[in-house]
């Protein structure tokens, strides 16, 4: 017992395996040395390359700073193109998409809890599940020029202007309406007010043909301001909001039995949700397919007038890629949710390259310098023939 008490004292004593505390020391020294050699080696291979190690990040970034991740691991978004719709990397798609899947990392926490919007019977409550969490810069180039554009797609056509140095202001009346249905027995008065019930929209819609009216879309009346492209003697366009069920099973055979065409203004996110109230994409596609035009009226249907940049262009570009993907044209025009817009809602119109956008003011005069405030006619439940006649006429 006494030699081993004088054994753990000594500090000059060696261990069991018969090496000393120094040898110890040594030895560790030269096994961190060695390791020090290696990584050295490691990072001057790396920096013959161009590349330097980020530690804990998973990713690499070039000499020049900018950082590169594996292309096998990039998100939609990170690619560049709308986390919503991926479909936009090919094709006339492509107009905004950089834009817009930047502006698609805006937060659902954007919104403020007293935006307006329209009646509960109108619209569902249900928030957008696709929303990012985080938000990221929205560049300031004109969206025609933030893309690169595929070298086998070919561009779209640009928006028309006028060949000479002033354009024409024609009157075209342009019909606006909701639900072609029926309103249940307890409406409230907004869904009493938008409803024309389908007995009623036959009767106009014949009037229309027994007087000589002719179908056009809001394309031909671009034209026809800019590059003077003839109209028909009396032309008019018929215009549908939100995309109701309704419109699908009662004006669309009405429509097609007597030879008219309508463009449908959708929100997007409804139909994307299956809810009942709303047309679903088979519809859509079936009533593209027989020549009705379809443009993006939002996502959610909010008030753009009350959210930030990114908001709004993730609304008016997330439902025009949507739109796009099961059509075969990029749409090109708007309208505005519950008519409300203000001048940045009109200039990222411009900035994403829409050719014009339509209100639900009054009015019938159309021209190039207010294509972002087209007004309408709106077709009401108390609208009569005669009023109808009145209106048109």
């Known amino acids: 017992m006494s030699n081993s008490n004088n054994r753990q004292r000594d500090p000059g004593g060696k261990l069991p395996g018969g090496i000393g505390c120094l040898g110890i020391l040594l030895l560790s020294i030269l096994v961190i040395s060695a390791l020090s050699v290696a990584r050295d080696f490691s990072n001057s291979s790396l920096s013959d390359q161009g590349i330097s190690p980020i530690q804990d990040s998973g990713a690499f ?23 919503v719709e991926s479909v936009a990397q090919t094709g006339p798609l492509a107009t905004a998409t950089a834009t817009a899947s930047i502006a698609a990392s805006a937060t659902a926490t954007d919104e403020p809890s007293s935006t307006p919007t329209r009646a509960p019977t109108e619209t569902p409550t249900e928030a957008p599940t696709e929303t990012p969490t985080e938000i990221a810069a929205i560049r300031s180039t004109p969206a025609e020029e933030a893309v690169a554009w595929p070298t086998n797609t070919p561009r779209p056509p640009p928006l028309p202007t006028p060949r000479d140095s002033y354009s ?15 309103p249940p027995e307890e409406a409230d008065k907004y869904r009493r007010d938008l409803s024309v019930t389908p007995e009623d929209f036959r009767l106009q819609m ?27 003697p009396k032309p008019i366009i018929i215009t549908m909001d939100d995309g109701y069920r309704d419109n699908y099973q009662n004006a669309f055979p009405i429509l097609e039995e007597l030879g008219l065409k309508a463009t449908f203004f959708l929100a997007t996110e409804f139909i994307d949700q299956n809810n009942e109230v709303y047309m679903d994409w088979d519809m859509v596609e079936e009533m593209a397919a027989a020549g009705h035009r379809f443009e993006p009226h939002s996502k959610t249907h909010p008030d753009l ?89």
Do not use: C
Request: proline share 4%; hydrophobic share 40%; net charge negative.
């Open 61 to 83: 970034t070039q000499a020049g700073g900018g950082s590169a991740k594996p292309e096998a691991v990039l998100s939609p978004a990170q690619a560049g193109f709308s986390t």
């Open 168 to 182: 024409w202001t024609l009157k075209v009346p342009i019909l606006m309406y909701h639900y072609i249905s029926e």
């Open 206 to 232: 014949t009037y229309l043909v027994e007087n000589g009216f002719e179908t056009v879309d809001l394309y031909d009346l671009s034209l026809a301001i800019t590059d003077r492209v003839e109209l028909p």
């Open 305 to 393: 007038t009350v959210h930030d940049r990114n908001f709004i262009i993730w609304e008016v570009q997330g439902s025009r890629e949507t739109i796009a993907a099961h059509v075969d044209y990029l749409p090109r025009y708007f309208a505005y949710p519950s008519g409300r817009y203000n001048e940045e809602v009109q200039q990222i119109m411009a900035e994403l390259d829409f050719w014009g956008a339509v209100t639900t003011l009054g009015g019938g005069w159309s021209g190039f310098n207010d294509r972002f405030e087209w007004t309408r006619t709106r077709i009401r439940d108390v609208t009569s023939l005669i009023d109808f006649q009145a209106m048109i006429e």
